[in-house]
Structures are given as C-alpha cells and as structure tokens.
C-alpha cells in the first residue's frame, strides 16, 4: 500500500441531509480513550497517529462523541487534526452523562444537552457541529424536548444537521414532527441484524445508516472468528470482510469501525477496495446466521 493512498475513496460516497458528501468508510473514536471508554488513552501518541492515519487514508467521515472519555476522544481529535482539512466532516452525540468506567445513563434535559453541544463546539474547536446524533432518548424526558432543543441550536447555527441513535422506527417518525432527521446511528453488523427495519425506514427516506459495533466489538475481526476462513481464501483480513459486507448490504451504511491502533486502522479502511459479488455476499450473511 502506497503511504499516500486514499483507499478510502474507493467506498463510494453518501450524501448527508441534502449537503454533506461523506465516504462512505468512516472511523469511530470509541477505542481511543481508556478502558471503559474513560480516562486518557493508554498510548496517547499511538491515538494521535491513529487519527492521522485515518485521514491520510482517505477517511472523511469521524464519528465521536462528548460521552467518549469523557470529553477525551474530542480533544484528541483537536489536537491531531486541528485545523481540520477540508471536507473532513466530524459527527458528534450528546445525551449521555458518565458516571465512571462503563457507566452510562441518558439525561435528555434540554439545558444538559445545550451544555454538552457547547462543550462539543469548544472541545473540538468548531463554530458548528456537522453532525449532531442524539446518543440516546432520555424516557424520563419528552422526545419533542430533546430534539426540540437540539433544533433550536440548529436555528442558532451551532449544529447543522440532526441524527438519532439507537432507535426504533417509531421513535424515527416521531422525532421527525419537530426537526428534520438526517441519519441513525444502531447497532448492526453481519452478526446482529435486528435493526434491519430500522435500516429500510433509513434507505426509503434517504436518511444515512451509521452501524455502531460493526465489527461486533471485534468479534467478527478476530482470529478464529466466524470470518476467518473465508477471509483467508480471498486473502482479506475478516474485519475487512466484515466492512465490505456492510458497505454492499447497503448504499445509506455508512460504518464507522473503531481501533486505537494505526495497523488495524490501515487493515479496515483497506476493506474500501473488497467489491464482495452476490454470491460472497451470500454466503457471509450464512456463515455468520
Ligand atoms: N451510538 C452508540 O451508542 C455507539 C455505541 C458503540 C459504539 N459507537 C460508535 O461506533 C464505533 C465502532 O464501535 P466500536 O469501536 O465500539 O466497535 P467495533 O468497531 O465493532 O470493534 C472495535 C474492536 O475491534 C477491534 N478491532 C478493530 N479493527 C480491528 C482489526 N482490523 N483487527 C482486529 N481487531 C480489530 C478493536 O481493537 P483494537 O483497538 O485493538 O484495534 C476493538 O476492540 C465506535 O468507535 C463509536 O464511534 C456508537
């Protein structure tokens, strides 16, 4: 592989919300903090390198989130990637507060997720947010609540376009009464489909479909795994196998994988370049059934 190469490009492109044209092969920062999602990484030169790395390869499009860290995979991105390169779209969350390692609980209340987005603004140095995703509805809140507010710092130009998160099809419809929703962000890949209601709602109505865990925490990368013969025998690593299913199940998927190393990030956007033909595609979506 040339050091240069933007293998990227070779995924195609999706359009999000009418006006931002993504490659369709993204980089979740998830992995990057420390364990539990929380506190400094554990090589923080390898996540810089990582996120360079990323770009340099063509990936345009970085999901993130306030929750990662907290706080930690924003600042990482400022400061490996700041001033940002054209065209670099980074899509964040808010609505979900940590309470340590591996705790998570959704707080919708409109004036914690104004803080959230103003932090996101400063932490990752941006006058807007290209992408805001709510991480997750609040129950305890009214959904109109949520994204109304979310809608209102659209209105006041600090984010442009609005995303939901693990959410069903329902809930889809009926956030979209009070804003424009552009794009869902569900767990999905070649082992868990549940969600493939979710993924048609968002191929009808042109909403782009952003799998988290797509390569099932690694699951479907690993030695060994349910990938792994295949994957030799078309001399693909299984995590490139993997993304290549994703990308072809659908031209709204737009998968993010997540790694804190600079190998496995070139092993993953090389999946850019894997064309799967039906009959591959076919007998993945068995082997892992
Ligand atoms: N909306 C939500 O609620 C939500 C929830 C979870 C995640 N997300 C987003 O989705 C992104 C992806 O999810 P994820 O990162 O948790 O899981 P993932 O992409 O399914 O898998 C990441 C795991 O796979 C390993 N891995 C990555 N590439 C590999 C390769 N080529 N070979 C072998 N192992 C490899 C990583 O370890 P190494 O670090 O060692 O490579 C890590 O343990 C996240 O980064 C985040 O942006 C969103």
Do not use: C
């Not at 919708?108 to 400063?122: F, K, T």
């Not at 782009?208 to 001399?235: V, Y």
Request: aromatic share 6%.
């Amino acid at each position: 592989m040339e050091m240069s190469e933007a293998v990227a490009v070779a995924s195609g492109e999706f359009t999000i919300g009418g006006d931002l044209t993504v490659r369709r092969l993204g980089y979740g920062t998830m992995q990057l903090p420390g364990e539990g999602v929380w506190g400094e990484p554990r090589d923080p030169d390898e996540a810089v390198r990582v996120l360079r790395r990323a770009v340099e390869l063509g990936v345009n499009f970085i999901d993130t989130a306030d929750a990662y860290g907290p706080f930690v995979a924003d600042l990482l991105l400022k400061k490996a990637l700041h001033p940002y390169p054209e065209g670099l779209v980074i899509a964040t969350k808010a609505g979900f507060a940590r309470t340590g390692p591996g705790g998570w609980v959704p707080i919708g209340r409109p004036e914690y997720l104004r803080q959230q987005v103003e932090l996101s603004l400063r932490h990752l140095g941006l006058e807007r947010i290209d992408l805001l995703q709510l991480h997750r509805i609040d129950p305890k809140v009214p959904l109109a609540d949520q994204v109304g507010e979310l809608a209102t710092l659209q209105q006041e130009g600090k984010i442009r376009h609005l995303g939901l998160s693990q959410v069903s099809v329902a809930q889809l419809e009926e956030a979209t009464k009070t804003a424009p929703i552009v794009s869902v962000q569900n767990l999905y890949n070649l082992s868990q489909r549940d969600d493939e209601p979710v993924l048609e709602y968002a191929e009808q109505n042109g909403l782009g479909f952003i799998p988290w865990f797509p390569l099932a925490t690694g699951g479907l990368a690993k030695a060994g795994g349910p990938l792994d013969a295949i994957a030799r025998e078309h001399d693909a690593s299984p995590s490139q196998l993997a993304l290549a299913w994703l990308l072809k199940r659908s031209p709204v998927m737009l998968p993010i994988p997540g790694t804190s190393s600079v190998a496995h990030v070139e092993d993953n956007v090389n999946a850019a370049k894997i064309n799967l033909t039906d009959d591959e595609f076919a007998r993945l979506t068995e082997a892992v059934d």
